[in-house]
């Protein structure tokens, strides 16, 4: 099983970019979003579970950052509209087969991408 995500850069404050991830194998029940920036702990950005899949995000990105996915492609992707130097982080795409929503803990993980938000 493997997760490939992509999509980052460097953005100025108020630009928008798209994550994309990749998954090979089954189609898994939940994938989400992590981020981790420099000097912090690795946090809950975004998730989508099940078909047609209930969302939830940090609180901190909702109202900006749309997550999706399309199953026969085994994609999900994270919108991320208005982005502020604050979302600079590193990206991890995250997947896991276990259908109960509310689980919080996933067994896959891709290899993250950089997101740099210039103010």
């Known amino acids: 099983v493997q997760l490939q995500a992509s999509g980052g850069g460097l953005v100025q404050a108020g630009d928008s970019l798209r994550l994309s991830c990749a998954a090979s194998?089954?189609?898994?029940?939940?994938m989400g979003w992590f981020r981790q920036a420099p000097g912090k702990e690795r946090e809950f950005v975004a998730s989508i579970c099940g078909t047609p899949g209930s969302t939830n995000y940090v609180d901190s990105v909702k109202g900006r950052f749309t997550i999706s996915r399309d199953n026969a492609k085994k994609t999900v992707w994270l919108q991320m509209n208005s982005l502020k130097p604050e979302d600079t982080a590193v990206y991890y795409c995250v997947a896991d087969y276990n259908i109960v929503c509310a689980r919080q803990k996933y067994d896959y993980w891709g290899q993250g991408t950089l997101v740099t938000v210039s103010s």
């Open positions: 194998g089954r189609t898994f029940s939940r």
